[in-house]
């Protein structure tokens, strides 16, 4: 298996080729099918990576690397893939939701469900790359293609307001990439610039030492795309209504994946690349974090509709993931990783819950429920156990990581902190009161005594979820010691000692070579 | 005994746990009782071995401890799941599963109403999950596992408060106790950090661990007295003051009267909300440090003694008279440990678990035998018709109040006197040489005195006098058949009254614990004292070494008042309700009615608190901000552009190919002559 | 012929080129657009043979057949569109043809 992660990445789009063509009722379990193999074989790799990096040289190891490959020879673009820690949890976090959400479609999509299926798979290998790109061109190729089936999903199978909430959607996003691909270029000339070679391999770009200024520039640019894509503080509003209109399945996908892609992108890329702007700007960042925990709590509090709460309440537990990167130290930015995995199942199980409500009785406003306890028991159950997971439980997987980013975040940023801390106050407080309203108090509405409980089918789905709420509460440590060398590493390079000497020499050296560059070009 | 066996004292109520969740509602009332009793019953067990192991060792043996298994680890963060017991946790481990395990059996009789038939099988997992969380919370070595059982009890007291949770009120009740927690839980939090992050290189969550550096290393947290020290520790008091109600987050207690009560009994009086007193007994050699923090301990706890037992006075509900008692009783205890007795404070936990709990259970007995009726002023005469329940309650009244001889006697002497002794330099709210003390002591006096009379309020308006029910119609939330003869009280099962009994004995004799030295018991004389000294002795704590006559003569002082206001109460409520009247015009309408109403703390925290946010989040963050600023931005920005492009469409694209192909024509002519030019 | 220079061939396709541009541009009716365009395509053949000539090489003439093929495929797709355009419109005046307004 020297190609792996190759395989694992385009196999759900071969199947997707496969699904497109065939009717409905197939296409829907050759979906699950090649989702299902898709986990299956991402599950050896987790034994086949090895944490501790035995052998391996250099502070940014990365492994079961394939290529580089030449690509665009000329330009020094490779296909070049492999896997730290952090995108080992990451991937195997996306190939475990995608076979639960198609399978959790099944039920929900009715219509052009070959296409549908299509889409999910295409998403799935836009997701896959993304996370395990090493070749920055071959990142922003996987990261646009995640874009397509997504604006899809949305504007086809959404609901009423689907055209706005998607093109919403894309227009975000895609500002946010141009002005990555442009800083991607940037640093890419910059690499030719001062090693004489052309590469766009990340490994060979954490080489690039830039001036200051630029790097400033440079931060922004990328900031400014993850930033919209976690999402963070002000450049939020795409996601209610993206979760909103999305159907649930494509809601889950949004929230459990799509979301980490962002936090994972300042992981890999913004933060080693632009160190010094990197703690130039943590404040501001932290800042705008601790701001997002709590006006996300605040605005999650007053929604009438269930899952417009959610997709506020993730825009508040994002900005502890945030919180926990920009703390600078191990504690810190392994919680924050660690709530990235949370977040994803735990919100990632609250819109698949809301979905099978809505289902049920096709409406999202809390005032239409009540009592549901006494309805439909089992589904009441789950419903607790993921809400206190989602409000960080001890004994559940969300303390683990929240406490861990607060705790490390306290140490670099405490007034982001306590304000960001008080989100555990907020967060009780909305999670516990749309609780309140729907699930407890009397069973008043006659549609809701007719409710059915969980299906076979829907507690089979939930399982995993539920399952790993409990394991990754009670017994951390083997995700921790996976990602934390490779959090180790990430640090050593956002931390380094930067020599300002080299720095300004380098600046005056490298403006030239790029005017040089250019010139070449042209 | 072998200190693995430690796992097995929470490990047998999680057992409970699961086998009654699989079970689930194949589980009778009585099956499901009879597991969840008999499981806290096998910790009680295991508990009471570990204490007498301790106490045979003769102080050789320091504390027991076990690791299960690695939990967290990862950067400074290294965390076991281990358990410690030392002298103070395995009192602590004795009284919650002795205590535990009779309100167990308590409730096998108590909750046979028939309309939760369903639902035994669910009070009941609580009820074990509730053990087991609190067992974590006091075994726990660490921060974070005791942090565990924390929010685990928080859990189960919103699980078991909002137990009927068709009933709107009872389910906002729970949330209510959760969020208010949530509270004290990010101060705690805070506390935490604060002093994970001022340890250094010595960063350690471990309890024995933190005692060792801060012995060694005292500079870490600013010294004796230092600010940092003084913040870390009042930001852990502040959970502490969510978790044991105290002000500023007492409301919550109150309201969480809404559970089933043996429910109030065994979380909301006897165990979980002691667990801020217990944590700060843990940490006495931290708190021990900050004198001010300590004087900020001292001063809420007599501030809210004293608060909640002028509330006490007026409530008519038998359980809200006890929830206010509750948390003035819990203010006592932090009187106690705030001015350094920690073991009176302590001793006070021990015996007020014990008569509170009875309380609370005889308060329960005569609700089920009244059907749910919980207004005093429907009871009266009940002695007559529950003589069991009637005297145990006698007994835990004579208890609470201090009567000499009793259990609360001891504890709540002990606790007065050694706040008039204690050095004011120890607790330095206001500064090292003010009296606050003498201060404390003297609300504390007052207190003791509403104790008495609210108390016996409570005891004669139920017990003595005429039967007054029958007259409303009451049980009105649980469908009763309206048949008045049903409604007759009658003295409870043996299953209810016989941990009665139990207590009973326990309130009696609870002071043999720990004998003051004037008795001149020999071995006897403070004998928790001497057990828990280990615990305490690096605290360091000093007391005026005043006369004995001082001491005896405070302490026959405040007797003399309680048996007064026994005999007032006596006077005012049965023989005579003229002098009520009288009395009631001495005192001002603003404070009777502040009393009634609780002195508006409720409507003052919605009012400047809930409804602000409620309202700036809905009509300013997400009206304005979200929807008016941000998105009008990003839409605004849209609509420019598509308004831009549609007057550039409307004159250039004019849709003609002709127009295009001049304009192509033009561009190339253009070209070609800058290329002439050019060259 | 060899007295021809490469001047007049130059100047006849630019003449030619020009007619083109001017039907193009002016006339309202496709099929004369078309024709016009026709007519630019041989002025251009017409300078690529001269200079072939002149050269000495043969891409010209090379590139002048190419230049006859794909006016013979522009033609039959252009006149297949004005089929189309005519049977929508009922007219083949270029005026009437304004789809792509903004």
Redesign the interface.
Known sequence: MDHLLSIITFLPLVGALAVFASPGATARWLALGVSGLTFLLSVPLWFLYDPAGTGLEGWHTMQLVEGPYPWIADLGISYMVGIDGIALLLVLLTTLLTPIVIYSSFSSVHEKVSQYMGFMLVLETGMLGAFVALDTFLFYVFWELMLIPMYFIIGIWGGPNRIYAAVKFFIYTVVGSLLMLVAILALYFFHHAQQGFWSASILDLYHVVLPYRTEFWLFIAFALAFAIKVPMFPVHTWLPDAHVQAPTGGSVILAGVLLKLGTFGFLRYAMPLFPQATHELGPVIAGLAAIGIVYGALVAMVQDDIKKLVAYSSVSHMGVVMLGLFSFNTEGVSGSVYQMLNHGLSTGALFLLVGIIYERRHTRLIAEYGGLATAVPKFSVVMLIVTFSSIGLPGLNGFIGEALSLLGSFHAHPVATVVGTSGVIFGAVYMLWMVQRVIFGPLTNQANKELTDLTGREILYLAPILALIFVMGLAPRPFLQVMEPSVDRVLQQVNREVDLLAVTESAAHSGDAVRGAHGGER | MNPALLSLVPGFPLLGVIVIALLNRKASRVVAGSIATAMVALSAVLSFWTLFTLVGAHGELESLHTVLYRWIDVGGVDVNIAFMADPLTAVMMCVVTGVGSLIHLYSIGYMDDPADANSTWRFFTYLNLFVFSMLLLIMGDNFLVMFVGWEGVGLCSYLLIGFWYSNTEFAKAGKKAFVTNRVGDFSFLLGLFLLFWSLGEHATLQFSELKEVLGAHPELVGGHGGTLVTAICLLLFGGATGKSAQIPLFVWLPDAMAGPTPVSALIHAATMVTSGIYMICRLNFLFAMAPVAMGAVATIGALTAFLAATIAVSQNDIKKVLAYSTVSQLGYMFLGVGVGAFTAGFFHVITHAFFKALLFLGAGAVIHAMHHEQDMRHMGGLLGKMKITGWTMIIAWLAIIGFPGFSGFFSKDEILWLTFAADPAQVALFGPTVPLPKFLWGIGFITAILTAFYMSRLVFMTFFGEFRGGRHGHGDDHGDDGNAHAHEPHEVSPVMWGPLVVLAVLSVFGGLLNLPHWLHAGNLTGWLHHFLEPVFEDAHMRFDAAPEHLELRIMALTIGVVFFTIYAAWQMLMKNPEIKHQIEHFIPDFAIAGSINKWWVDELYEFAIIKPLVLGSRQVLWAIVDALVIDGAVNGTARLLSGASRAYGQRVQVGKVQVYALALASGAALLIFAFAVGS | MDQVGLYPVLFTSALLFGLG?TG???RRNVLI?LMSIELMLNGVNLAFVGFARHLGQVDGHAFAIFVMAVAAAEAAVGLALVLLLFRHKTSVD??T??????
Not at chain 3, 97 to 102: E, V
């Open positions: 541009v193009v541009l002016t657009v270029l005026e043809f304004d789809l792509l307004r903004g």
